[in-house]
């Protein structure tokens, strides 16, 4: 018996300072969002090489790899099917293959991914064929199917690494109904994050019991639409108001951001957006204290780093160069001719021959009586010349489709009025700014100098009209006549084409602006495209073959003794010229 003993005390010693033995455990976590179809570091558009991308985000991720080997987890937050001739070659000509936003998140070994807004404006038809193709979860706990009741998407995912369990909770903007017709999202319906987040966070924590939880939220940080049922942007809402979560990745609103917040349980959560266009990642490193099974300390730190400077993978694009090759042959396609330049920046400061040729076009494809459209890209420019089938991404840059709706005319107005006080300052003196500008937004991929989004500066085709800058917001828009020269009248019904965005909603200048009720817009709407906006403005350049776009010169600033040199100094600050 004392044998016995003494040898199973000498056990109980071994294995006591075995079981006291920490282990460290890190793991890494790289999430990329709204990539907008920047694969490859070549704008298909411009024809210029393209900074950041896919490409190099490949040779980072692979380097990562090399050190954390399966302890590295990689994320993408949406947004990923629009934005280059590459998606809307693969979403609507060769639909047949693989899309290839499939092909770039399998081929880097995604482990999970959330679908963004832009994700679903192309349809059921594409997306839902997407979803099939990718092979990682794509996850939205807020997006519900209508006939279930449950998550249409995985509402998250769960990972192991070394006994560590990690769960990615998945959340959309539930904006869209702001933005897109319907049809395009029937049988679905999007919840209000925080109560979504709420709901999963405790069916997570009950039934899997992560040592990790990770928002990945398709939402920006703050702002945006703001209903009474729901916020557009809630991410940092969620993360203040959820308990639980370590870490909140998010996007939608193309702005970088870092920062650790303190929740309402008292508790740090790292959250960080790495913007747009794969020109940046979030980069998060996490490190864990183990004894025995049990996490007893938990540090997580988090950057956004830029990837411009990274090198590019051959690899990576060796493997989609006959990709590449399809989508070069595709955007080389003659479709017209036009006699002079014309550049969106011009549309900031009066009539312009870009925006006008847009509303022109709309004029004719729809005959309607009046148009709206705003400039979508910040500098975009097409030269004289040929116009090939890529030039037709710097014209249009969406797949909006395009309405006709029944306004009034003083709908039309306040429609107009609530654009341009988003948009011109209320100049005091001459030495004002003629915009609406915020010096904070430079560096804002949206902004990007103005106040407010340019793609809600509407203006007008088919009216005459001036905008006094010096009178006060609601009062600058004094319609004219319209521009066949009969009268103006703000109690007459007319004919206004619009792009879906603008609606459905988008932007709220119809509802907020015009001070038409939301449930109302549908009714409003007589004729809808089949197709997107971009082909039927391609349609009409091959049938007019050669074009000398100039400006209307139907609307503008007044008193022009203030607004020119103001217009001067504005365009300097914004465009350097």
């Known amino acids: 018996m004392k044998k016995a003993f003494a040898v199973c005390l000498v056990a109980l010693c071994m294995t006591i300072p075995t079981m006291a033995k920490q282990k460290t455990i890190r793991i890494k976590v790289i999430e990329t969002s709204d990539v907008h179809g920047s694969f490859f570091p070549y704008d298909f558009i411009t024809r210029q090489p393209k900074a950041g991308t896919m490409a190099r985000v490949s040779h980072y991720v692979k380097l990562a790899r090399e050190e954390y080997g399966e302890n590295l987890i990689l994320l993408d937050n949406g947004d990923i099917l629009q934005g280059q001739p590459t998606c809307y070659y693969s979403n609507f000509i060769d639909t047949d293959h693989t899309n290839i936003a499939a092909e770039v998140i399998n081929y880097l070994k995604y482990d999970a991914q959330t679908i963004g807004n832009h994700d679903v404006e192309p349809g059921h038809d594409v997306y839902d064929k997407w979803i099939r193709e990718v092979k990682c979860p794509m996850l939205g706990a807020n997006v519900i199917d209508t006939k279930t009741g449950k998550p249409y998407l995985q509402p998250y995912a769960i990972f192991k690494r070394e006994g560590i369990k990690i769960a990615v909770i998945g959340l959309l903007t539930p904006a869209i109904p702001n933005w897109l017709s319907t049809n395009i999202w029937s ?13 999963w966070m405790k069916q997570v924590q009950e039934t899997e019991h992560p040592d990790i939880v990770i928002g990945l939220f398709h939402s920006g940080k703050e702002g945006g639409i703001s209903t009474s049922e729901y916020d557009e942007d809630a991410s940092i809402k969620v993360a203040k108001e959820v308990p639980g979560f370590d870490i909140v990745l998010f ?41 025995g099974k049990k996490v007893v300390d938990k540090y997580i730190t988090g950057g956004i780093i830029n990837v411009a400077d990274q090198p590019i993978d051959e690899a990576y694009m060796q493997h989609f160069q006959p990709r590449i090759d399809e989508v070069n042959n595709f955007v080389n396609r003659k479709i017209g001719e036009f006699k002079s330049s014309i550049y969106t920046r011009d549309s900031y400061f009066g009539s ?40 037709m991404f710097s014209l249009y840059r969406y797949e909006n489709q395009l309405y006709v709706m029944r306004l009034t005319g003083e709908e039309i107005r306040k429609h107009l009025e609530m654009s341009y006080d988003l948009w011109v300052n209320t100049m005091q003196s001459p030495d004002d700014h003629l915009l609406l500008l915020d010096e904070r937004t430079s560096g804002d991929q949206q902004r990007l100098g103005f106040k407010n989004f340019s793609f809600n500066f509407d203006s007008a085709a088919g009216i005459d009209y001036e905008v006094d800058v010096t009178k006060p917001d609601g009062q600058k828009v004094r319609i004219l006549k319209m521009s066949n020269g009969q009268p103006f009248d703000e109690r007459k019904w007319y004919k206004v084409a619009v792009n879906s965005y603008r609606g ?34 391609m349609k009409e350049i091959e049938k007019q073959q050669v074009m000398d776009p100039q400006p209307n010169n139907n609307w503008r600033f007044v008193p022009e003794e203030w607004v020119k040199p103001a217009a001067e100094r504005d365009r300097k600050l914004l465009f350097k010229q």
């Not at 705003?374 to 890529?390: D, Q, R, V, W």
């Not at 988008?506 to 082909?535: H, N």
Request: proline share 3%; aromatic share 8%.
């Open 352 to 391: 312009s021959a870009f925006n006008d040729l847009i509303l022109n076009l709309e004029l004719q494809i729809t005959n309607a009586d009046i148009a709206f459209n705003a400039p979508l890209s910040f500098n975009a420019s097409i030269k004289e010349g040929p116009i090939t089938m890529s030039d």
């Open 187 to 199: 049988g679905m319906r999007f919840e209000e994050m925080v109560s979504s987040a709420k709901y």
């Open 504 to 537: 459905n909603g988008g932007g709220e200048l119809l509802t907020r602006g015009a001070g038409i009720p939301r449930d109302s817009l549908e009714s409003r709407i007589i004729w809808r495209s089949e197709k997107d906006q971009r082909y039927y403005l």
């Open 251 to 291: 996007g939608h609103d193309h702005t970088r951001f870092h920062d650790i917040i303190t929740n309402n349980a008292g508790q740090k959560v790292v959250c960080l957006d790495p913007a747009n266009n794969a020109l940046s990642i979030a980069d998060v490193s996490i490190e864990l204290k183990m004894k």
